[in-house]
């Protein structure tokens, strides 16, 4: 582009949904959405994108929170032009 580029190139518009299933089970549906600014775009070609993250937890006591999260990244122009997804397993632990 232009080649100018500012710290405020981006707008970030983010939403958490929790949703309690049962006592132990949880799930969170985090949709952004990210507006690109000053003649600057996205990796996906266009002057804004998405990232979607669907996160589902299990309590197993007091103290330990497994998670399982998937998260959808927009699609790339370079080099493949194709969607990319990412996979994070963890846990916390809570003193």
């Not at 399982?68 to 194709?82: A, I, T």
């Amino acid at each position: 582009m232009s080649g100018e580029l500012d710290n405020n190139d981006t707008y970030e518009i983010g939403t958490y949904w929790n949703f309690k299933i049962t006592d132990k089970f949880s799930y969170t549906f985090e949709p952004h959405y990210f507006i690109r600014v000053n003649d600057f775009n996205s990796s996906n070609g266009k002057d804004h994108h998405w990232e979607i993250t669907n996160t589902f937890r299990y309590r197993i006591n007091e103290h330990w929170l497994p998670y399982f999260e998937l998260r959808w990244l927009d699609r790339n122009v370079e080099p493949y032009h194709r969607e990319q997804n990412q996979i994070r397993i963890g846990t916390k632990y809570f003193f």
